[in-house]
């Protein structure tokens, strides 16, 4: 019988393990290739930078909130480009890798994470929504599709969302590195931007067109562009925020390379929304001007704020120098909507959801519409009516006390947003930058009563994370003093 011992078992290093899996790895991508089983060949490929990012994340909690922000600011496009429906599901896993990487990070006290920083205004403020979502499931209207809607979105991807950018956006330098990554972003919306005026739409844009969005995009007045967005809506919105917010950081950011940045990134924003062709995105940028004016604590400021909101809003509002420019021109129809056939159809719409919902104190119900009968000619269609907002749309579904409820906690998280940046923070450079940020949030949520923009990605992550910062704004700031 032969001994064992005189022939020792040696395992395999892990150096050669690597080059054994690299071979057997580069084996299976050919026979894919061969046999066309080309996603096969792909999921091979990207299998080892997805180990590695997820070993990476799941030691660096930080790093998937990045991942996290990275998938939202392109998801519309992945999904546009790729031809695929669910992908939003992705969203919510990368929500619950983040909060097992936080709970790791946790256990093992590899992270300076307080867990004390998830209890804030905005967490506890949103359990009454929470709770008032649970009671939309007693709603006679509701159906399987919204009771999926309020436990998948409302209760658990929201709340978790709130949790982790609470936990994660707690010092300086994730602040400075989120507001030149969200920079990038920008850059590259705005390119994509030019080349959508300058070389025309690709072949999933003009897909996504002629399923009928050339109507409210290719139009009479001038073309809406969209660049990697749901829509010129959502695109103009979310630029409303970049103009507002950058252009005030810019403004009291010291380092120069740094201020020049922001200005420019600010003014991308500024082109990009009066090219979106969104009217209702002007508000944006003013609202934001008109909280600066009232939070920034100096008179100076003040004066200046006050004057340049002033200057915009005459120059829309009473004059027609430069009605030649159809940019201009659509925009200044915003400060006459009752010329506006478009204003005046969803004044329209407003009224009859009212007179519906007077029977229906409680909405609808989730993912539900107000049902309305169309004529056209002798044609009669049984359809809904649009929400054309965000704000009509949680009223159509929730009913007028579930937008009740929504507006106050709005107010109530504002209220002590404002408290904390004029009270609270004694670093002024930080004290402008989380003004700016909140000032973006605000025109977003005055930019709800007439576009839906502030529900979709990458726009409510953006809002989310711009509150989360203004309320570890003490901590931040007491880091930055130490």
């Keep these: 019988m032969v001994n064992s011992n005189h022939y020792p078992v040696r395992e395999l290093s892990p150096k050669a393990l690597s080059y054994f899996m690299l071979i057997v790895g580069l084996i299976a991508i050919v026979v894919s290739v061969i046999s066309q089983n080309l996603l096969i060949a792909a999921s091979i490929i990207c299998f080892p930078i997805i180990l590695i990012i997820l070993i990476w994340g799941s030691q660096t909690p930080r790093f998937g909130y990045l991942l996290y922000a990275t998938y939202s600011f392109y998801f519309i496009a992945i999904m546009r480009y790729s031809r695929k429906e669910g992908l939003s599901v992705i969203l919510d896993i990368l929500l619950v890798y983040m909060l097992i990487s936080i709970l790791f990070a946790v256990i093992q006290k590899k992270s300076n994470i307080r867990l004390s920083n998830a209890i804030n205004i905005l967490t506890i403020s949103y359990i009454p929504w929470m709770l008032f979502i649970l009671i939309q499931f007693a709603n006679p209207g509701i159906q399987t599709e919204g009771i999926t809607l309020g436990l998948r979105s409302w209760i658990f991807a929201n709340l978790a969302l709130y949790v982790t950018s609470s936990l994660l956006t707690d010092n300086p330098k994730v602040l400075k590195r989120g507001l030149i990554i969200f920079g990038i972003f920008t850059t590259t919306a705005f390119i994509k931007l030019l080349f959508q005026k300058y070389w025309w739409f690709d072949t999933a844009e003009t897909e996504w067109l002629m399923q009928g ?106 004059t027609d120098i430069g009605n030649g420019n159809s940019l201009i021109r659509r925009m200044r129809t915003a400060f006459q909507p009752t010329e506006d056939a478009s204003y005046n159809v969803r004044v329209e719409n407003k009224q009859f959801i009212a007179e519906y919902l007077e029977s229906y104190p409680w909405g609808v119900g989730l993912n539900q519409r107000v049902p309305k009968i169309w004529e056209r000619g002798d044609e009669v269609i049984d359809g809904t009516v649009p929400p054309d907002s965000y704000y009509v749309s949680i009223w159509m579904q929730t009913g007028i006390i579930g937008l009740s409820l929504y507006l106050i906690i709005y107010a109530i998280v504002l209220l002590r947003c404002c408290y904390i940046v004029m009270f609270r923070i004694r670093n002024r450079e930080l004290a402008h930058t989380l003004s700016a940020l909140l000032c973006g949030v605000f025109g977003i949520w005055l930019n709800g009563y007439v576009g839906e923009g502030m529900g979709m990605p990458p726009t409510n992550f953006v809002i989310v994370a711009s509150l989360a910062f203004v309320l570890n704004g003490p901590y931040i700031d007491k880091q930055i003093t130490q």
């Design 213 to 318: 969005s050339w109507r409210t995009h290719i139009l009479n007045t001038g073309i809406r562009y969209f660049s990697i967005f749901t829509d010129a809506g959502n695109f103009g919105a979310y630029m409303g925020i970049v103009t507002i917010t950058y252009s005030i950081i810019g403004l009291h950011t010291h380092k120069k390379w740094l201020s020049f940045f922001y200005l420019g990134v600010a003014f991308m924003g500024l082109i990009s929304l009066l090219m979106s062709g969104t009217r209702g995105a002007i508000i944006v940028p003013l609202g934001g001007l008109i909280l600066y004016c009232l939070i920034c604590k100096n008179i100076k400021v003040m004066l200046i704020s006050m004057l340049t909101g002033l200057l915009l809003f005459s120059f829309f509002a009473f």
